[in-house]
C-alpha cells in the first residue's frame, strides 16, 4: 500500500449511504420539496423550504433508530395502504399483551 487510494472507509459497519452531508432518506425529503417549489414557480421558497425540511428532520430522527421514518409512517399512516403480514398486529393495536 503506497498510500494512493483514495475512498471513504465508514467508521461504523452499520452507517447509512450518504450524499454530501446528508442521508439519502432526507436528501429524497429536500428534492422533493425543491422540485415541488419549481413547478409551482416559487423556485427560493422550494429551495428555502427543501433544505430547512431536510435539516429538521435529519435532527428530529438523530440518535433514533435507522429506519425511523418507516416507523413513523406505519404508526401514523392508515393501515390500509401497507401489506400486513400475519404476524404483525394492527397499527391501531398500541399495547402489547405478554
Known sequence: ??????????????????????????????????????????????LIGGTSAAWLYGRMKAGKHPRFAIHVLYWWLPGSLFIKPRTLPPSSLRYFLG
Open 1 to 46: 500500500m503506497n498510500g494512493d487510494e483514495i475512498g471513504f472507509i465508514p467508521t461504523l459497519l452499520d452507517s447509512r449511504e450518504r450524499f454530501l452531508w446528508w442521508e439519502i432518506d432526507q436528501l429524497v425529503l429536500a428534492i422533493m420539496l425543491i422540485g415541488i417549489g419549481l413547478a409551482l414557480g416559487m423556485a427560493a421558497i422550494g
